[in-house]
């Protein structure tokens, strides 16, 4: 059970607080003025609580206390059928397939993107991935910064890869974007592979790493350690948070 996809645990959850919520309604007393609003909100406290008693993610519980009230709200505003369809396809558009990955659409923030820079080397010519590179801000940063660098981003939702590629395109970046699986990459053409994932994909991107990379590259991972692969260096304003640079020299 506790190794089903966290979309598929979130699903669950959903269902069950309803149901939950709907087996309350009889043992409120009979003087309680019962509306749709109290449904909700019960709904959405019970999907919070199961969420944490599922060590869900924090944001995961986040969402949870907001789904079902935002249902509400938009239908209570009464918004056109095409705010719907425009809603779902953009989020296809941009977490394309997560739902297989594992792996949502979220940014590294400006303090990683300083200590990655701090771990490439100065004066010698690189090549440099961002596997799942979303909005390309990655290469971006580092790009400006070494002069010596190639760097290259591969993406696989549709929506992240075409803006990346706008942005290169209006700030004459020389970054290449790639709409590519990294799976089917090979990464012995890189001398630093960077990504930052998510948990679950971390053992089988590390099999393809020490498959594929050549012997004294550097592959780099924020946030996510490899079980039972001690880093070679690890840099970190806050240890094991989200911050943290895992470093592995092939
Ligand atoms: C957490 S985001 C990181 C974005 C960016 N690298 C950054 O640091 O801001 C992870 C990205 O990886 C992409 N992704 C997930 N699995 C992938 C795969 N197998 N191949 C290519 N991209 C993938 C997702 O679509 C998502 O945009």
Redesign the pocket.
Known sequence: MARLPVSLQSLLIQCAAAQAAALLIPLLPGSFHFTLSHLVFAQAGLAVTLSRAWRQPPWWQLLHLGFLPAVLLALQAGLPHTIYLLAFASSVL?????FR????????GRK??RQLAALLPQRRRFRFI?????????PFYLESRFPKGRFY?????PA?WFISRVRARLTGSRAVFMR?????LDLARFDVV?????PA?MPGLWHQAQTQMRSGTLFIS?AFPVAGRPPDQCVAHDAGGRHTLYAWRM
Do not use: H, K, M, Q
């Open positions: 941009f977490y394309w397939s997560s990955t594992r792996v949502p659409l979220y940014l590294s990683a993107r961002d596997l799942g590179s979303g909005l390309g801000g990655v981003g591969t993406e696989i939702a992240p590519n699986d990294y799976g089917r960077f990504a930052f994932l998510s994909a924020l």
